[in-house]
């Protein structure tokens, strides 16, 4: 699985940052989520699609690598 953040869509909602937080942080200055695992591991896979699912501006891309 490949992560990526639309940092022009976000707005610092968090709920990525509770679900999943090995993967996604927040910037202290604006709120803005940044990724500190773009790769994240097969354990950490159903947190990062709940963290998608929750997004409320649908700025979490998730690919799924075969």
Known sequence: MKVTVDE????GAGQCVLIAPEVFDQR?????????D???GADLHTP??????????????LSERA
């Open 8 to 11: 022009d869509k976000c707005c």
């Open 28 to 36: 202290d200055e604006d709120g803005i989520v940044v990724l500190l």
């Open 38 to 40: 773009p790769e994240p």
């Open 48 to 61: 990062v699609r709940e963290a998608a699912a929750v997004c409320p501006t649908a700025a979490i891309g």
